[in-house]
């Protein structure tokens, strides 16, 4: 059972082009969470999403970012536009219900998002 | 607004010492606690939860400890080898309907051989 997956693993972009981030989930799994850490910062949330579904965007900045996890597929993150500020690493995890308290995210390894 | 804070935020010491990671919120009315590991460019990986109806939980050499009423955990590592050189985060999850978590700035440490 493969874990969490996200590529690439580092992407580079120039100011102004847009960024792809892709998670596949843990098999199973319908819940996929993003976060993002930027350097020298803790891990913060960005959004919640089930299949076909945002549940909590709240982390979201309120332009450029988007999310989405169709029925089919990985869950993207998409930025436009990213500027020198979007520079960091982005981390999916997944879990497969909400209602075990028991229930522990896994996380993939992160895209290092580097823009010049 | 749950504020999660990690001291120190780096520690060095020698291999075979035990050591106590800090974490504190702000907010006392949590449903969990989790701590994860991440080594450098990498993901995280959990080591431990702990229900906010617990009080620690211990797996090897590690053990957590929760505090709900005074906003802490602790995470006790003994005999410290090489090999736990990584930041330690602890991580807050609020409500049972979110798996949202809210995480400190973490503690980097260094074990020395």
């Known amino acids: ?116 | 607004k749950q504020e999660v804070t990690q001291i120190p935020a780096a520690l060095s010491v020698p291999e075979g010492e035990n050591l106590v990671l800090n974490c504190s919120f702000t907010d006392s009315a949590i449903y969990n606690l989790q701590w994860f590991r991440q080594d450098p460019g990498k993901g995280l990986t959990s080591l431990l939860l702990i229900q906010s109806s617990q009080r620690e939980q211990t797996s090897g050499r590690l053990n957590a400890s929760l505090d709900k009423s005074s906003g802490r955990s602790t995470l006790y590592i003994a005999a410290s080898q090489p090999g736990d050189s990584a930041t330690y985060l602890c991580a807050v999850r609020q409500t049972s309907n979110t798996g949202k978590l809210i995480f400190g700035q973490g503690t980097t440490l260094q074990v020395k051989p």
Not at chain 1, 42 to 58: H, R, T
Not at chain 1, 73 to 101: E, K, N
């Open chain 1, 1 to 116: 059972n493969a874990g969490v997956m996200q590529n690439p693993r580092h992407l580079v972009r120039r100011r102004g082009q847009e960024a792809r981030l892709r998670c596949s989930p843990m098999k199973g799994h319908s819940h996929v969470y993003w976060y993002r850490q930027l350097p020298e910062e803790g891990l913060k949330f960005m959004v919640y999403l089930q299949k076909e579904n945002i549940i909590d965007e709240s982390g979201m900045p309120k332009e450029r970012f988007s999310a989405e996890f169709p029925k089919e597929g990985p869950s993207i993150l998409r930025i436009q536009q990213v500027v020198r500020g979007d520079s960091a690493a982005y981390f999916c995890a997944s879990s497969p219900t909400l209602g075990g308290t028991n229930e522990k995210l896994f996380f993939g390894s992160g895209t290092q998002l580097s823009v010049l």
